[in-house]
């Protein structure tokens, strides 16, 4: 009985490479045209084998070669979550943290035909050095974005501080001609609130409290309630005494907490001037109209700002993650869809 190397039974990604080589040791060439994959091989190199092999692997060698190529023209600051599609691609600014993959859940459930590309601040990776303003920062990401796609159109995305950056780079690619048809800001959070210290200091302490709130109110009895709300004390405390030992310790902790404080300070510095292009605020729900983060300030610079608002239980602090990612995704749809219908 023949042997069928590969086969659907036998198929693991993590051999393809050693397949391209096997292949590109017999001089069998093999590339992506569309969604076919191509074969030139010469007299009597491609055995029945090989056959076997392409023709039951085809979509896993046609998924690695195209991720090779995004790596071979992958820039510092595109971190791909997906990078097939055929919508228009999502270029997303995470908040002050800087970290990347914070979108994945939402990038997860905007399914396999949405691009969505995470941009990853300098500084990020603990070798390069962080960015001391909103303008640079953002005009760093509009270099980037434009050398892996030379053309638009181009969806910027932002969450939390990083609305911010994200509304800086949009007008910045549009400026330069760049098609924008649409910025989604995620639980934005105004420049002006870090110039507050009394609205500042009751955003934070809502976003921290809010889903320990949701926790006790599971609890039976009033002495459970303190006994889980003691306990968290207790575990804050601990957290905060390991993570001040890890910065100290950690070089990666310690650029990262370089980093944050270089973006909470770019942040407040940044003043928003007037943008003309469309905009959508999507909000974890109609509570946090009344947060500190205050939404609706950047009514003065896009009047015209649409607002989309997540179920009443929506945890803010976590609305791009499981479980509330699915809300907030189908949030990010039905904007996108009216997007369409008026274009």
Known sequence: MKKVIGS???????????????????????WVEGDRLRCNAPAGALTTEFRDQLRYRKGE?????????????????????????????????????GAPFSFSDLSKHLGDDQPFYALQPSGFDGQSEPM??????????????????PTGPYIIAGYCSGAATAFELAKILGQRGAEVPCMALFGPLHP???????????????????????????????????RYFG?????????????????????VLASRA???????????????TPYSGRVCIILPNKAWLRSGAAPYRWLRVVPHAEFYFGPEDCNGSLMLEEPDAPAIAE????????????T
Do not use: C, W
């Open 8 to 30: 659907p039974m036998s198929a693991d990604v993590t051999q393809i490479p050693g397949l391209l080589a096997g292949l590109a040791a017999k001089d069998i060439k093999v």
């Open 61 to 97: 060698i046609i998924a690695f070669l195209n991720m090779a190529m995004a790596a071979a023209r992958q820039q510092p600051a595109i971190i791909p979550l997906q990078s097939r599609g055929t919508r228009t691609p999502i270029y997303a600014v995470p908040g002050h943290i």
């Open 132 to 149: 001391d303003s909103v303008e640079d920062i953002a005009e760093y990401f509009a270099r980037q974005i434009v050398e892996y796609q």
């Open 192 to 226: 002006t609130t870090y110039k507050e210290l009394p609205r500042l200091l009751y955003f934070l302490a809502r976003r921290s409290v809010y889903p320990h709130l949701r926790e006790m109110a599971k609890l039976p009895t009033f002495g459970a309630h303190l």
């Open 231 to 251: 306990g968290r004390l207790r575990n804050l405390g601990e957290r905060v005494r390991k993570s001040k030992e890890s910065v100290t310790t950690d070089p």
């Open 258 to 272: 370089r980093l944050k404080s270089t973006a909470i300070a770019a942040f407040r510095r940044y003043i928003p």
């Open 331 to 342: 949030l990010y749809r039905q904007a996108i869809h009216k997007a369409e219908r008026l």
